[in-house]
């Protein structure tokens, strides 16, 4: 592969340097899991897939779910890896991300095998602060998360809505014992004060892509799997996540519908009453 620069390491194509994805290759939708397996398993619910491309962590099909193209592309284990996967993929024409994780829930009333749905997350991880200062927010966008709850509502999950925290360690950074039962200090009672703060769950890159979805100005969203619960100690890993991938695939459609409805009405954003032919033409 030969690369243009070191500063802009892509083919003459644009094919990218870790993802080796080019345009035309992807949608501008894309679900992002952590593990390239779960590339396959979304695959796998759509009317067609392709294999785009592997390499590293990085594992990239599209397809076709109910009529929209669609793509998903892994991002590996946390935010380094995932600012990388956003940084290629926009390169090459994505402009709607949807994060499809797993995750532990820090409350009782949230069970393992319930579906979370990111309003937006605390960063707790490093990568977004080397893009832009802590104060900056690290929010979902609002069209994303509504078409998140309005595909939970239609296939029937349970489902809760609220804020996350992102770390970037899975271990002491979320206030698991390290080895030989090691906390440090900064994790002592990160658990209580999350709960207390209200947020909802643990995770390792949301706040990473919420942080660039506002910077760079693309769409960006979060539904995970809750497969283990901190506060019972259950952990099941696999619990809800064909759920997490069909209210994500769901939820492209219906982005996809809203976009055409807003290219049709010259509109910039969602609202209500801009819905109001969609809703009655039961989603059309
Ligand atoms: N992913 C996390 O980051 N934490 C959990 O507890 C489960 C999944």
Redesign the pocket.
Known sequence: MKLKSAERPESEEGLQYHLRVKPGDVSKYVLLPGDPERVKRIASFWDDAWHVSSHREFTTYTGKYRGVLISSTSTGIGAPSTAIAIEELLRVGADTFIRV????SLHKWIEVGDIIISTGAVRLEGTSKLYVMLEYPALASYEVVLALIEAAESIGVKYHVGLSAS?DS?YVG?E?PGFGGYIPPASRGLIEHLKRVNVL????EASLIFTLSNLYGFRSGMV?AT??N?DTGE?IPDAGVDEAIRVANEAVKIISEWDLVKERKNRKHVYPSLLKEWLVGGGK
């Open positions: 994780g797993t995750t532990g770390s899975f979320q698991r769950n643990f995770e390792m995970c497969i283990a901190r952990i």
